[in-house]
Each structure stands twice: as C-alpha cells, then as structure tokens.
T-cell receptor, first 113, second 112 residues
C-alpha cells in the first residue's frame, strides 16, 4: 500500500487569493492524480500529474486555474488560483500502484469566502 | 460521456442484514473497477479492486462482482455491522489509463 499525506488538511481563504496544496507519497509512484469533491457530490478527476512534464487536464479544468507541479516521483502540488466560493471543495490526490489499486490522500478541505 | 449511477442513493438497515449495493456505467467498456468507502470528514479507503481479467473479488464480509457485458457491478456486504456505516463509492477505469470515474455514492447507515 501507499501512505499519502496532504498539506494543509483544511483552509479558509478569501475570494481572489490562491492556495497551494501539497501531496507527499512514501514511495515512488508513476501515476498520480488530483481529484475534486464538491459538497454533496462524488469525485471528479481534475488532472494527471506527470513527472517532468506538464499535467494532463480533464475536460472543464485548465492549467491557469489549477496549475500542477510534479518535480519527482513522490511529490506534487496543486494550486487553486483566483479562488471563488464555487471552488469550495475537498481536493484529493491519489496514486495507482501495485496491481492497479488506487490509494487516496486524506484530502484538503477548502472553504472560500 | 460516461456516467456512473449507484443505487440506492441511501440505505438504512438494522444490524445483521445482508446488503446489495449496485453500480451501473452508461458505457460498459470497463478495464478495472474499485469499490471505496468514505467516512465523514475522511478520505477514501479502497475495499476491493476487480482487475480487467477478473469478474469477482472477496475480502472478509465483502464481495464485489463485475458484469462487463452490462457495465454493472454489485457490492455485497454480509452480516452488516454499525461500523459499516459510511458512503460507498464505485469507480471505474474506462480508458485503460487508470483515470477513474466515480459513481454518485450510496450512503449506508447500519443501526445497532
């Protein structure tokens, strides 16, 4: 299995500001993803964090709004830029290892006022 | 566009009952399928993974099956316990790229 940590665990932010979320994995992984879970909703994939190259974004998500870095095989960051109340969500990173099982971090709970 | 529906959306049962949770994909092309549980205020815990070459997986009181021809999966929980209370999510990799699409979830409450 994989142990995944995220920082911060929660935050309250003002409209128009940006927040960077960190994801740290205890082992080297190839596949790393960022998801969003809006209040009362299921999870939606934001992007695939690619090591050494630009992230691959899903439909409806753009790099200017959600820039992602992946400097190595154990770490990634997701920035939520120019936040609005609609960005209030839980943001989760996940990895796929060992016979294709997907593991999730504990999530970052973001409230935008 | 692939959509994943879970039925029922919510379920409340007395302790000891056997339960069946359903998951249905609009596109039946599924490579891998996972079932997760999510506890309030916490992340997701992987319960069972059905890989592309498999049709069923079992772990303790949990059994998951996948019918690829219909795009349907079932999670069976035997002898339910209050500790099973959580939201259960199914997720499918429908492109072979490990990008999972999540279902709408079933909120389960098991009463003592």
């Amino acid at each position: 299995s994989a142990v995944i940590s995220q920082k911060p665990s929660r935050d309250i932010c003002q409209r128009g500001t940006s927040l960077t979320i960190q994801c740290q994995v205890d082992s080297q992984v190839t596949m790393m993803f960022w998801y969003r879970q809006q209040p009362g909703q299921s999870l939606t994939l934001i992007a695939t964090a690619n090591q050494g190259s630009e992230a691959t974004y899903e439909s409806g998500f753009v790099i200017d709004k959600f820039p992602i870095s992946r400097p190595n095989l154990t770490f990634s960051t997701l920035t939520v830029s120019n936040m609005s109340p609609e960005d209030s969500s839980i943001y989760l990173c996940s990895v796929v290892i060992l016979r294709e099982t997907q593991y999730f971090g504990p999530g970052t709970r973001l409230l935008v006022l | 566009k692939q959509e994943v529906t879970q039925i029922p959306a919510a379920l409340s049962v007395p302790e000891g009952e056997n339960l069946v949770l359903n998951c249905s994909f609009t596109d039946s092309a599924i490579y891998n399928l996972q079932w997760f549980r999510q506890d309030p205020g916490k992340g997701l815990t992987s319960l069972l993974l059905i890989q592309s070459s498999q049709r069923e997986q079992t772990s303790g009181r949990l059994n998951a099956s996948l019918d690829k021809s219909s795009g349907r999966s079932t999670l069976y929980i035997a002898a339910s316990q209050p500790g099973d209370s959580a939201t259960y999510l199914c997720a499918g990799d429908t492109s072979g790229t490990y990008k999972y699409i999540f279902g709408t979830g079933t909120r389960l409450k098991v009463l003592a």
